[in-house]
Nanobody, 128 residues
Framework: QVQLVESGGGLVQPGGFLRLSCAAS?????????MGWYRQAPGKQRELVAT???????NYADSVKGRFTISRDNAKNTVTLQMNSLKPEDTAVYYC?????????????????????WGQGTQVTVSS
C-alpha cells in the first residue's frame, strides 16, 4: 500500500524549466529501490524519462540527458525531477514510479516478491 503524490507540473515556454516532485507514503518495505519518472504524450506509448536507485545510480533517456536531473531523498521517500531547457516534445503526462521488493519471498524461486507503484500523473505542457 504505497501512494505516490506528484506535484510541479504546469505550462512553460520552450527553454523554460519545471521541477517535478513525488512523495511516497504508506507501507514501504526495504525502502524503495528504484524511483523515477515516465511520461506519455498523446498518441504515444509511455516511455522512461529517468530513474534513480536508493544508492544514487541514475538512468536517463537519451532525449533528456544534459537537460533533466533526477534526485531523491531516501529518508523522506521523495524523488525530484529538475527539467531545464524544456522543448515542446517534452509535453506529456509525467508519472512517478516506485519499485522494490517485499520481505517475503517465493520458496520455489527463492526471490523476493516485487512491487511497482505509479502516481496518477501530472501534466507538463511546453508551448509558446
Amino acid at each position: 500500500q504505497v501512494q505516490l503524490v506528484e506535484s510541479g507540473g504546469g505550462l512553460v515556454q520552450p527553454g523554460g524549466f519545471l521541477r517535478l516532485s513525488c512523495a511516497a507514503s504508506g507501507t514501504i518495505y526495504n525502502s524503495i529501490y528504484t524511483m523515477g519518472w515516465y511520461r506519455q504524450a498523446p498518441g504515444k506509448q509511455r516511455e522512461l524519462v529517468a530513474t534513480i536507485t536508493r544508492g544514487g545510480n541514475t538512468n536517463y533517456a537519451d532525449s533528456v540527458k544534459g537537460r533533466f536531473t533526477i534526485s531523491r531523498d531516501n529518508a523522506k521517500n521523495t524523488v525530484t525531477l529538475q527539467m531545464n531547457s524544456l522543448k515542446p516534445e517534452d509535453t506529456a503526462v509525467y508519472y512517478c514510479y516506485a519499485a522494490g521488493h517485499y520481505d517475503d519471498y517465493d520458496e520455489k524461486s527463492g526471490k523476493f516478491y516485487e512491487y511497482e507503484y505509479w502516481g496518477q500523473g501530472t501534466q507538463v505542457t511546453v508551448s509558446s
